[in-house]
């Protein structure tokens, strides 16, 4: 990549970074995956999550948060926590899920909420974005204990900037 006078390349660091905008389980269990494996294999590990993808985080026995009938309505389509968490596709009135953590059981393969704990236990940040619970009228206290501080996008991007790898899931 060519670079303008007086520039210098970023230094790449052995850190994964992963933007979490979806809510899914089919979206939040690749997400905690690689997190905690590329922190169990020495790397720098991040996941901001914004958007939906900040409703895996909220605490399970939190429900309808926010200030306004709006928020409120946000809330209340969304589950909340990972343990709730919906299929992006074939949902099957509610028996997807349920079957794809049978299946995870049955191979051994830890669920999402584990895998977000283990993931504190490694070291792994799990940062907040502060407009998304801005815009959803989520407070800190509603979120899981033990996250980063909130952060904005200019600061998630400095974040990604040194990161060897970084995804958007």
């Not at 914004?50 to 709006?70: E, H, S, Y």
């Not at 074939?90 to 909420?113: C, I, N, R, S």
């Not at 907040?128 to 800190?140: A, E, R, V």
Request: glycine fraction near 8%.
């Amino acid at each position: 990549e060519a670079l303008e006078a007086g520039q210098s390349p970023v230094k790449k660091k052995n850190k994964l970074t992963i933007s979490a905008w979806g809510g899914d389980l089919d979206r939040i269990w690749p997400t905690t995956i690689l997190a905690t494996t590329a922190a169990a294999s020495g790397m720098e590990s991040s996941v901001f999550f914004t958007f939906w993808g900040l409703f895996a985080i909220v605490k399970p026995g939190v429900r309808i948060t926010g200030d306004n009938w709006m928020q409120k309505m946000m809330s209340a389509m969304n589950p909340g926590s990972a343990q709730k968490a919906k299929l992006s596709r074939y949902h099957f009135a509610g028996a997807g899920p349920t079957m794809f953590k049978k299946l995870a059981d049955d191979h051994q393969v830890a669920k999402p909420e584990e895998l977000i704990a283990t993931a504190q236990d490694l070291g792994v940040r799990l940062i907040p974005c502060q407009m998304t619970m801005d815009l959803l009228g989520l407070k800190h206290e509603d979120l899981l204990d033990g996250l980063e501080d909130p952060i904005g996008a200019a600061t998630a991007i400095a974040e990604m900037r040194d990161a060897a790898v970084s995804l958007f899931i």
